[in-house]
């Protein structure tokens, strides 16, 4: 009885290993590799709110408290990322494939594309996307038409560490290190992209349009929106000293400029991006403007007050209330009756005139339930950024109350805006444009 049982019991765990090891879709439980690194080069693997330790190792991902102020208890272990499949070394394109372990937020995609070239002697460009499914890309017209004619190998510059993947790049002069993303792993999922790198000092400048209180950030653990002053859809994280990109989609297309000095850096990236218009004389001088005026004749008597003292600005403007209820390629017939003529009185003084425009299209129809004419063609035009299904206008709320946003990556919304400022050009004379950003 005794050898039958123990017989049993062999077979029972002989045909557990075999289930648990070998049939599909089974795999072993994850086990992060800790790191044990500097808190300073930690990588936050929770950016998201409520962090507790079992969230943390739900993720894959390394936990350890600590009690000093804003290091991350959540880390990235090193076991997590892609690994190089395959790669090209000759134009150096490698094929990524993600490691066994858990997500940060779900839909992560499983393989992955790198491309990377240096495009000049001074000028790198490396991007990592998805080969499988067509993701929002920003278009480059200028930066597609760059000859690329480099006369340095890449691998002078850029080296690729193939498990766990990430990229080097150095000075082909010294080797010194720039720009290291193996400080953490690389996330790619379907809402969520994050790519970090180790910096080779604390001087970091820039990072989009928000609020500078200085000119060099702080990188004491600080979090940077890029290119939004309210909020932070694009996150921007700096430890010390390193850098952490987070997005919410698209893909990473990264361009590196070297340079030996800062103008020659500003003349490298001149050379990618485009060289900036030389703006007007009398846009550098003094510029007066204010919202609620409340009619064309309390901003006359401002213009005129002015002048009266003797106080010398170049420009008026005019804010949104000088719209038909807020509402673009209006004006308010009313309270503004003589704005078309409004510029002619101001040049008369060699002065100019600049109105605003809020890229937020109202709804609803006109004074007198008048047709909203520049709405009903924008959406003959298809011109409106939509929801998820291509089709449905996407709806929000800013000044003008419920609005319909233009999608500026739609040529079809292109021919609607240039269609609707000629027409509104015509009607209201004016210098220059204001244009807000959307809300």
Same mark, same amino acid.
């Given at each position: 009885?005794?050898?039958? !049982? ?18 599909? =879709? ?12 500097? !808190?300073g ?7 998201? &709110? ?7 190792? *739900? ?7 600590? $009690? ?10 090193t076991?997590?990322? %892609?690994?190089? @499949? ?7 394109? #490698?094929?990524l ?8 937020? =779900?839909? @992560?995609?499983?393989?992955? #594309? ?18 499988n ?50 400080? #953490?792993?690389?996330?790619? @999922? ?8 180790? !910096? ?12 500078h ?16 002053? +309210?909020?932070?859809?694009? =996150?921007?994280?700096? &430890?010390?000293? *390193? ?44 510029? !007066? ?7 064309? $004749?309390?901003?006359? @008597?401002?213009? /005129? ?6 106080? &010398? ?8 209330? %000088? ?9 308010d ?5 003589e704005?078309?003529?409004? *510029?002619?009185?101001?040049? /008369?003084?060699?002065?100019?005139y600049?109105l ?26 298809? *011109? ?13 709320e ?7 946003? &233009? +999608? ?32």
């Amino acid at each position: 009885f005794l050898l039958f !049982l123990f017989s049993y019991v062999s077979l029972v765990c002989f045909l557990y290993l075999i289930y648990f090891f070998l049939l599909p =879709g089974t795999t072993k439980a994850f086990v992060p590799t800790c790191p044990n690194i500097p !808190l300073g080069e930690r990588v936050d693997c929770f950016p998201d &709110p409520g962090a507790s330790q079992a969230k943390c190792e *739900a993720r894959g991902c390394c936990w350890s408290p600590r $009690d000093e102020s804003n290091v991350p208890w959540c880390f990235f272990p090193t076991n997590h990322g %892609y690994t190089v @499949e395959s790669q090209d070394s000759s134009i150096l394109k #490698a094929n990524l494939i993600r490691m066994d372990s858990p997500s940060l937020f =779900g839909g @992560e995609i499983k393989q992955l #594309a790198l491309e990377a070239e240096m495009q000049t002697n001074n000028r790198l460009r490396f991007k990592i996307y998805d080969p499988n499914s067509n993701r929002f890309e920003v278009p480059h017209e200028h930066i597609s038409s760059l000859p690329s004619n480099p006369s340095i190998p890449i691998s002078s510059t850029l080296q690729v560490t193939q498990k766990p993947f990430g990229l080097t790049v150095r000075r082909k002069e010294n080797q010194k290190v720039v720009f290291d993303t193996t400080i #953490a792993p690389l996330v790619f @999922e379907d809402q969520y992209i994050q790519l970090s790198a180790r !910096l080779p000092s604390h001087n970091i400048y820039g990072l989009g349009e928000h609020v500078h209180r200085q000119y060099r950030h702080d990188t004491n653990w600080k979090t940077w929106p890029i290119f939004t002053r +309210d909020a932070f859809p694009n =996150g921007v994280r700096t &430890p010390a000293p *390193a850098v952490t990109y987070r997005t919410i989609g698209g893909l990473l297309d990264f361009y590196i400029v070297f340079g030996d000095t800062p103008e020659q850096v500003v003349q490298e990236f001149l050379e990618l991006t485009g060289r900036p218009v030389m703006p007007p004389y009398w846009s550098l001088g003094f510029q !007066l403007s204010r919202w609620n005026y409340t009619n064309l $004749d309390i901003v006359k @008597e401002t213009v /005129e007050r002015n002048r009266a003292v003797g106080l &010398p600005y170049d420009v008026q403007y005019t804010d949104i209330d %000088y719209m038909e209820n807020k509402k673009d390629f209006t004006y308010d017939k009313l309270n503004y009756t003589e704005l078309p003529r409004f *510029a002619d009185y101001l040049h /008369e003084r060699g002065q100019k005139y600049i109105l605003i425009l809020d890229p937020a299209i109202a709804t609803s129809k006109r004074v007198g339930d008048a047709p909203y004419e520049s709405y009903d063609r924008g959406t003959a035009k298809n *011109a409106w950024v939509t929801e998820s299904d291509g089709k449905t206008p996407l709806i929000g709320e800013v000044w003008p109350g419920e609005t319909v946003f &233009p +999608d500026y990556t739609n040529p079809n919304c292109i021919d609607w805006w240039v269609d609707e400022y000629e027409r509104f050009s015509k009607e209201v004379k004016h210098d220059a444009l204001w244009i807000v950003s959307q809300l």
